[in-house]
């Protein structure tokens, strides 16, 4: 079988930030160049190899009110609100990461992200009952995500694995 990634889809993410006190205008006030801006991002899906995924098709734990609110592919989430506490700029909210977990992957399935940052992702796929691996560039950010896991019940690394992050630094 081909283990093509399909496109499947894609979810507009609408974050109704519009009071950003950072802004740049472009332009201000002229029509020479007034910059765009956006309170959405898109979520690009894709599936491997196949369009269904034929995993454990009873170990679902979607809701029919789940499913029929989150197949419309506009999602209303206000950001996340924590990024100050966790120390990063770009934090996802977790209830992002639990729609999209809940809707495409089923219970005991191994939820993969590549920038993990503090660990948004790995953090509601344990406290959804999926397997995690969770990457990030910064040592930073991992030590944070593994705390955050270590707050929902994950045991903390050892020193190698540790070492192997600096390695491919
Ligand atoms: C938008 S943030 C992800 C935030 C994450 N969803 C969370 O809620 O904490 C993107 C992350 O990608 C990481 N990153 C950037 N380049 C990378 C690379 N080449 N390999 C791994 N991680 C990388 C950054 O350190 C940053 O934490």
């Known amino acids: 079988m081909s283990k093509k990634l399909i496109w499947k889809g ?49 170990e679902t734990d979607l809701t029919a009110d789940e499913f029929k609110e989150w197949v419309y592919a506009r999602w209303d989430i206000a950001p996340e609100k924590d990024m100050k506490k966790w120390g990063h ?12 977990i809940k809707l495409f992957t089923f219970k005991g399935d191994v939820v993969l992200d590549p920038f993990n940052g503090v660990g948004t992702t790995t953090k509601v796929a344990k406290e ?15 030590l944070k995500a593994e705390q955050r896991l270590s707050e929902v019940g994950v045991k903390r690394r050892k020193e190698p694995e540790r070492i192997m992050l600096k390695l491919f630094d």
């Open 89 to 100: 700029p770009a934090m996802f909210p977790e209830e992002l990461a639990r729609r999209v």
């Open 128 to 142: 959804l009952g999926r397997k995690f691996i969770g990457i990030d560039i910064s040592e930073e950010y991992c």
């Open 10 to 58: 894609e979810i507009i993410w609408e974050k109704h930030n519009y009071n950003c006190k950072y802004t740049a205008w472009g332009s201000w006030k002229s029509p020479s160049n007034p910059y765009l801006k956006y309170s959405w991002e898109f979520l690009e899906i894709f599936s491997k190899g196949s369009l269904t995924h034929r995993g454990r098709t009873r």
